[in-house]
């Protein structure tokens, strides 16, 4: 009938679409780049931890004022949350069987990870630009 | 779900957990998804933090008093060893992308390391906030 196709899929297959859904590249680059990025935002992260868990809240204030503490931070943030959304969507696509169930997860761990990274960044740009009350 | 998925015979299963005998892969994949799990709880914690610092004085002294309470220090610790243990996984993960160290050998002796740095790491952490006072 047609020529071999390129592909290994069966015809059977391909009429069942139960392939890939084509999202799997992009999740699993996002992935790799935000763990990436956090491999130095990390070692940082602990040891701004270390410096702000020995002062007080004036310290905590002044330290957060300073630029570079408060873009590091904002981006440990973000580039964290991206990161925990994807983990955290293969873990309940891996555990959660039913339909809505897990959809109701999936969007609730999306929600959670967009709120905390906006709340996260409004603190941070909140104290970096008017400081103590 | 669907109509092309009637009279499909079943898909096979992956082999369940109990019938692999441990090595250490295994429980570096473990670990590290579990880590992924408790850091998801800390980076709330953090944002909560940063939170409690725009709020002002008060609210920042009763959280960084929770911090400090013994089972926000436990918490803590935790999560330095979650944090350090995903560094040396994302690590390890992107060596194996390149395709190099697959072999049971390798494959073993950097997982074990990945434990080791952050167990070490994160004592070291430690210390060094016992020693700056931080802990007090």
């Given at each position: 009938m047609t020529a071999p196709s390129q592909s290994f899929r069966t015809p059977m297959s391909r009429a069942r679409?139960?392939?890939?859904?084509?999202h799997g590249v992009g999740h699993f680059i996002a992935d790799r780049v935000s763990g990436l990025a956090l491999i130095p935002l990390s070692i940082w992260a602990a040891f701004a931890g270390l410096k702000v868990a020995a002062g007080g809240y004036d310290m905590a204030i002044e330290w957060l004022s300073s630029p570079l503490n408060a873009v590091l931070l904002g981006l440990f943030m973000v580039a964290g949350f991206i990161h925990l959304r994807l983990a955290i969507q293969v873990v309940v696509e891996d555990y959660v069987e039913g339909f809505v169930s897990k959809s109701a997860l999936l969007i609730l761990n999306y929600f959670v990870c967009v709120l905390g990274a906006a709340l996260g960044v409004f603190a941070i740009l909140k104290v970096a630009l008017l400081g103590a009350f | 779900m669907t109509e092309a998925s009637s009279g499909v015979r079943e898909r096979p299963l992956s082999?369940?957990?109990?019938v692999w005998r441990w090595h250490v892969t295994m429980l570096g994949s473990i670990l590290h998804r579990a880590c992924l799990v408790g850091l998801y709880v800390g980076a709330l914690i953090l944002v909560g933090w940063a939170v409690a610092l725009a709020s002002g004085h008060d609210a920042y002294l009763a959280y960084s008093g929770i911090l400090a309470s013994p089972i926000g220090k436990l918490v803590l610790f935790g999560l330095t060893f979650a944090l350090f243990f995903t560094v040396a996984s994302n690590v390890r993960h992107l060596m194996w992308d390149t395709?190099?160290?697959?072999?049971p050998k390798i494959a073993d002796m950097i997982t074990i390391a990945g434990i080791a740095f952050a167990l070490v790491a994160t004592i070291v952490v430690w210390v060094i906030a016992g020693q700056t006072g931080a802990l007090s």
């Open positions: 679409g139960l392939g890939s859904a084509k | 082999p369940h957990l109990q395709g190099r160290g697959f072999t």
